[in-house]
């Protein structure tokens, strides 16, 4: 399918990274029954191009691009393909992420959890901001409660502490959230929406893989009753507020947190997190994206 051939400017184009499975299959679900032309992207080609076969049945052909989210070469992959194939994105769902309980280190020298749940959803945006601009655009990124349980201090900011993988996820979401809402009243002025939503517990390829280790160790004894719940709340559930957020023309408020209810908290703005926004934007820019890939993203910035 060529997005440019095929194009109904009534129905919003949309693109789910990690469509094809958890969350973003039910995020993708919902989208493309409600009229959406979507592409979701996953690692698996086999599960890919099954999930969009089944997807298709709900409404649109739905194309699936294989792409590994893992490094800043493989998003930048994804981005060239979709900047390709598309003439119009009207909303990025930035939901790949991901947990584990040790640490681990990208093609790219950085920590992988903060690699995967804040680096490269920020670069694909990025590489990607044309394109958005150019349909009004929103981008959504998939966030998660436990930022609230977590602090971002110095050692942090350089990636120097390991204490349980969930605490690193959650500082990780906390910068993903601090350094969009720092950019996101820039892009609303040139017309790019940036947004947040919580889905909550749900029971996913993610979580299934997951188990006490991953948690700090006084939290530990908290694991069997969050997987409890996590077992049993449907799936669908978890998918409901990003899906809204991306349907939602009328809703452009920059920065807005959806929680799993439905409550949609605006972007707070003390001093305190708006210089740390600033920081982590500016690393985020500057130290995290590599000097290939800032050369790749001006590259594709010019097309
Ligand atoms: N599950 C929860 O309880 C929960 C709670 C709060 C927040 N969240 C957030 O919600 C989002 C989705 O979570 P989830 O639990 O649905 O995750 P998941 O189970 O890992 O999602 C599976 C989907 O992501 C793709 N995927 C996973 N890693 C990838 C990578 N490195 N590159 C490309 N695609 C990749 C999978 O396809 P392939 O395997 O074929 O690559 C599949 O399409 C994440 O941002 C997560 O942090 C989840």
Redesign the pocket.
Known sequence: MDEKKDQNLEAPTILV?????????QIARTLVSCGARLT?????AA??IA?SRELSCLGHPVRFVQ????DQK?TLELAKIVLETHSRLDVLVN?????WNRRETTADGLEKILA??HVHPFLLSEALFQLLHSSSGKVIH?????HLLVRVGPKDWLQQRWDSGMNV?GRA?LISLLAGRALCQRWAREGVVIQFA??????????QAMDATYFPWYGRWLFPAVHWV?NRLPLSW?GRQAAALALDRNDRRPGLYALPGGLRLPAFSSVGDRSRGQLFLRLTLEEWITPESQRILAALSQR
């Open positions: 990274t990690g469509g094809t499975g958890g969350i973003g299959f979701v992207t996953g690692r698996d599960r890919g999930a792409a590994d989210l893992s493989g939901n790949v992420g991901g947990v995967v749940n998939l966030s998660t409660g436990y996820y979401k919580d889905p909550g517990l749900a029971k996913t390829p993610l979580t996590q978890a």
